[in-house]
Nanobody, 123 residues
Framework: VQLVESGGGLVQAGGSLRLSCAAS????????MGWFRQAPGKERELVAT????????YYANSVKGRFTISRDNAKNTVYLQMNSLKAEDTAIYYC?????????????????WGQGTQVTVSS
């Protein structure tokens, strides 16, 4: 199983980025997907998660209204559209896959992880 993130980078506050996570080696539609992030000196936290059928999502309060998670099951890819970025969004962002059909909110519920992509927001 491989999860490969892309789309990170350096952006000014108020800008946007779109992260992508391409999955291979798993039955993508059998997995809920999540985006986590980890800033230096902080614990990894859930940013957003989406169920297998793209009809149920959850967002952390800190990103609600600014970030959108979506998935394309035909392309085995999950996305995170990030708008109105803030300096506090700076972190390494990880894609993760959780077997099963419900939403999963805790890191230990996820079975596979990507290597992460750095997002840096300058103020």
């Amino acid at each position: 199983v491989q999860l490969v993130e892309s789309g990170g980078g350096l952006v000014q506050a108020g800008g946007s980025l779109r992260l992508s996570c391409a999955a291979s080696g798993l039955s993508f539609m059998s997995y809920g997907m999540g985006w986590f992030r980890q800033a230096p000196g902080k614990e990894r936290e859930l940013v957003a998660t989406i169920n297998w059928s793209d009809d149920n999502t959850y967002y952390a309060n800190s990103v609600k209204g600014r970030f959108t998670i979506s998935r394309d099951n035909a392309k085995n890819t999950v996305y995170l559209q990030m708008n109105s970025l803030k300096a506090e969004d700076t972190a390494i962002y990880y894609c993760a896959a959780s077997r099963g059909y419900g939403l999963k909110y805790v890191a230990r519920q996820y079975d596979y992880w990507g290597q992460g992509t750095q997002v840096t927001v300058s103020s």
